[in-house]
């Protein structure tokens, strides 16, 4: 615990540098991210006549893993569950990947990937969600807009006027839109939920995971995941330091004249514009501030990272 304490004071204290503790570097930007933020990320094209994706994760210190996929990228041509896993490493200005379906090399910003006899090259794809910016339409709540932190306890922005974490409303909703706009930072050296972790807490209990799970499985406990409740139908996380959303369609369990619930509270989630979860049942999940089920307040959980939010407003259904 005391551990714990130390990097989440380290997080709070180091916004300029982005450095949280000597073996858990956080960068906040892509000229702090070094030669390695570079080349990680997207890439497709075309290999043999057929569409390919490829997302590229930094390790640290010039190392990589590539996740190959048959079809293009996660939400973007990929039919699960085929792929492919390269590794590799930088050197003299190239990145060069292997695995027992191919190889890959990356020079300036663009992959080259040979499958077998075939070869071609991949462009980098910068994707950006489709409801990035999404104005609050008429009669929203305006929960953060970059100006200041009314609607929150002990909310605090960064110096360039995003919202940091460990944060909630000062409000409880019960039914309920919600637009949120996240980023996690760039962690190369970091590993599972130590990697830009996170969470947006549904009626302060039910935790849909925020966290760098760019080019992994796609669990319970990675980002888009419900935790102990269900996995994202596809994992639909972008590179860290991308601005990403989640748009979601939540509804309170409903109670019975005794206080017994008599419908859960269920949830519709769509992440970067890509629906992960199509109205799912939940169940209270640890480290809100409740788990009685009744309506509750959006929670923004600090795990000692240097994610940051924009843009949140919400609008109730009566």
């Known amino acids: 615990m005391r551990l714990y304490g130390l990097l989440v004071m380290a997080a709070t204290l180091s916004l300029s540098t982005g450095l949280i503790a000597a073996d858990k570097e956080a960068f906040l930007t892509a000229e702090d991210g070094g030669p390695d933020f570079a080349v990680q990320g997207e890439y497709a094209?075309?290999?043999?006549?057929?569409?390919?994706?490829?997302?590229?994760?930094?390790l640290g210190e010039g190392?990589?893993?590539?996740?190959?996929y048959p079809g293009g990228l996660p939400g973007a041509g990929w039919a699960q569950p085929t792929k492919h896993k390269l590794t590799g490493a930088a050197s003299d200005?190239?990145?060069?990947?292997?695995?027992?379906?191919?190889?890959?090399?990356?020079?300036?910003?663009?992959?080259?990937?040979?499958?077998?006899?075939?070869?071609?090259?991949?462009?980098?794809?910068?994707?950006?969600?489709?409801?990035?910016?999404?104005?609050?339409?008429?009669?929203?709540?305006?929960?953060?807009?970059?100006?200041?932190?009314?609607?929150?306890?002990?909310?605090?922005?960064?110096?360039d006027k995003l919202l940091m974490v460990g944060t909630r409303t000062n409000d409880k909703f019960a039914d309920y839109t919600l637009h949120v706009e996240f980023r996690t930072p760039f962690m190369p050296k970091s590993r599972g939920q130590a990697r830009g972790n996170s969470g947006m807490y549904l009626g302060d209990q039910y935790e849909c995971q925020i966290l760098d799970s760019f080019g992994l499985e796609g669990l319970d406990n990675?980002?888009?995941?419900?935790?102990?409740?269900?996995?994202?139908?596809?994992?639909?996380?972008?590179?860290?330091?991308?601005?990403?959303?989640?748009?979601?369609?939540?509804?309170?369990a409903k109670f019975d004249s005794s206080g017994k619930v008599v419908a859960p509270a269920r949830t519709t989630i769509r992440h970067n514009g890509v629906?992960?979860?199509?109205?799912?049942?939940?169940?209270?999940?640890?480290?809100?501030?409740?788990?009685?089920?009744?309506?509750?307040?959006?929670?923004?959980?600090?795990?000692?990272?240097?994610?940051?939010?924009?843009?949140?407003?919400?609008?109730?259904?009566?």
């Open 63 to 68: 190392k990589f893993d590539a996740v190959v």
């Open 222 to 252: 990675e980002c888009g995941g419900i935790y102990q409740n269900a996995r994202p139908s596809v994992n639909m996380c972008l590179p860290p330091l991308s601005w990403q959303t989640y748009d979601v369609e939540f509804t309170a």
């Open 93 to 159: 200005g190239k990145t060069s990947l292997k695995g027992d379906a191919g190889e890959a090399s990356i020079t300036d910003g663009t992959l080259t990937l040979k499958l077998g006899a075939n070869s071609g090259n991949l462009a980098r794809a910068d994707r950006k969600s489709p409801t990035l910016g999404q104005k609050p339409p008429a009669g929203a709540k305006i929960l953060f807009d970059g100006t200041n932190t009314d609607a929150w306890q002990n909310g605090q922005m960064s110096d």
């Open 275 to 318: 629906r992960i979860h199509d109205n799912i049942e939940l169940k209270s999940t640890p480290g809100g501030g409740q788990n009685d089920q009744k309506p509750g307040a959006l929670f923004l959980q600090n795990h000692g990272d240097p994610v940051r939010f924009r843009n949140i407003w919400l609008v109730e259904k009566r």
């Open 45 to 58: 094209g075309k290999v043999g006549g057929q569409s390919w994706g490829v997302q590229v994760i930094a």
